[in-house]
């Protein structure tokens, strides 16, 4: 696949279709793409701000408990025929990661505003195409990083960013492991699945249960693994702090702790990896709850389990969901009660009305995949140092790192065809 660059996919004509003005007391009509987990959750909280006119899955099961939300709605299996619909001004996409940037750009080429689930992208590639597109259709795009909405981290970020602790010396960034096992056995596709879109742009691959809803986010085919799945809530916040979120790091190696069982999940899903950026401190990201460690880990914290540590010349400040910690606690302002997820989605509805830029849009989504994405690349290389250019996003001398900054797109799951 052809990597685009900034400049030449910008230079791609894009024919819009025109877009209605929303007033003041208008409530847009929603569409929700993956009627699972994650998309039930989300759509409840939009109910409250919009309609929900349209929704549609590949598993007739989830699409039933999506259209459940809201009598009368359209549902469909295939999602091009929600964006087809004049109704529909907004897209809830809660698909699975290999699903995001395809069903994006065609949500934003058909002129509806996008809320989608991280992580934004399956590949490096794909967050450039997206971003590119968010600007040349003007459309609004909030990722669901909804931990930019939460205080705790908001004031985290502020402190760092202020200088309140200090010069950094060094962060850590503590991971959920993801899960490992298998070999798993190939069972008939069941009926209300099609496992063929399912997969989509990944390859083809016989059905394993362990392969589809939530579980999917085991396996390299669909995602990057714990650096893309927590990794990209956390690693979002890192960014912001180190003033990094429009750019990344420069270097990464690391190492596996536990490596894949054939036939089984195949995502890393133990590990340590190190970043450098430009300047700045050095980041490790690190999984917790780690049981095995194989190998001799690059650092071991002792004192992590998850969230983010910021260690600075004057401070250290711990920030994890639902928990702020500071070793001078009189620098931590008073935290308000908020609801992150809610604040989140109601930033994003405003955005629709005002067109403002949200509060993650599609560079910073992009930004904190892109994050995740090289240090999984970094590990599936056996966990190499690898050089990394964050303005021209390709590796540095390194032809078999560069191979995986996209990924073949199986047809006719690809851009050309949808
Ligand atoms: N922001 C958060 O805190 C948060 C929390 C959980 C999940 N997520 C994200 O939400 C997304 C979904 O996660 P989940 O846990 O709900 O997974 P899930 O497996 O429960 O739901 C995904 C749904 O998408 C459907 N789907 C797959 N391909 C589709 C297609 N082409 N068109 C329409 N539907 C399709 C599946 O059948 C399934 O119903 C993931 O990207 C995940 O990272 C975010």
Redesign the pocket.
């Known amino acids: 696949m052809t990597v685009l660059t900034r400049r030449t996919f910008a230079a791609a004509a894009v024919a819009l279709p025109a877009r209605k003005t929303l007033a003041a007391n208008d409530r847009p009509g929603i569409a929700l793409?993956?009627?699972?987990?994650?998309?039930l959750r989300v759509t409840k909280y939009c109910l409250a701000l919009g309609n929900l006119v349209a929704c549609?899955?590949?598993?007739s099961t989830?699409l039933a408990a999506g259209a459940a939300l809201a009598p009368g709605a359209f549902a469909h299996k295939d999602?091009r025929r929600v964006l087809e619909r004049k109704d529909v001004d907004i897209v809830i996409n809660?698909?699975?990661?290999h699903?995001?940037t395809l069903?994006n750009i065609a949500a934003l080429k058909a002129g509806k505003d996008v809320y989608s689930?991280?992580?934004l992208t399956l590949t490096i590639e794909e967050g450039r195409r997206l971003v590119n597109t968010a600007r040349t259709t003007g459309r609004i795009l909030q990722t669901?990083?909804?931990q930019r909405s939460d205080p705790r981290f908001r004031a985290a970020v502020e402190l760092v960013r202020g200088g309140r602790i200090g010069q950094l010396n060094s962060v850590v960034v503590g991971l959920p492991k993801a899960s490992w096992g298998g070999p798993f056995q190939a069972q008939p596709v069941p009926s209300e699945?099609d496992w063929d879109?399912?997969q989509?742009q990944a390859p083809k691959r016989d059905y394993l249960p362990e392969r589809?809803?939530?579980r999917?986010?085991h396996w390299y085919d669909y995602c990057s693994g714990p650096l893309t799945?927590w990794g990209c809530?956390h690693n979002d916040i890192m960014l912001w702090a180190l003033g990094m979120d429009h750019s990344g790091p420069v270097s990464v190696q690391g190492v596996s702790h536990l490596d894949p069982v054939p036939g089984g999940y195949d995502v890393h899903s133990q590990f340590t990896v190190q970043y450098r950026f430009a300047s700045g401190p050095p980041v490790t990201c690190v999984t917790m709850y780690t049981e095995q460690f194989g190998k001799t880990p690059l650092v071991v914290p002792s004192d992590m389990i998850c969230g983010i540590k910021f260690a600075g010349t004057q401070a250290t400040l711990r920030v994890d969901r639902g928990m702020i910690e500071c070793s001078r606690p009189e620098l931590l302002p008073e935290i308000p009660q908020v609801n992150s997820?809610r604040a989140h989605i109601e930033n994003f509805f405003e955005c629709v009305r005002s067109r403002k830029e949200p509060l993650c849009p599609p560079e910073v989504g992009h930004r904190a995949a892109s994050f995740g994405h090289l240090g999984s690349i970094c590990l599936r290389l056996g966990g190499r140092p690898l050089r990394w250019d964050p303005d021209k996003e390709r590796f540095i001398g390194d032809a078999e790192a560069n191979r995986y900054v996209a990924r073949e797109q199986r047809k006719p799951y690809s851009y050309e065809k949808l």
């Open positions: 793409i993956g009627c699972g987990g994650r998309g549609s899955d590949v598993d989830h999602f809660a698909t699975p990661d699903w995001h069903i689930e991280k992580p669901g990083s909804q699945l879109f399912y989509g589809t809803h939530f999917y986010r799945d809530h997820e």
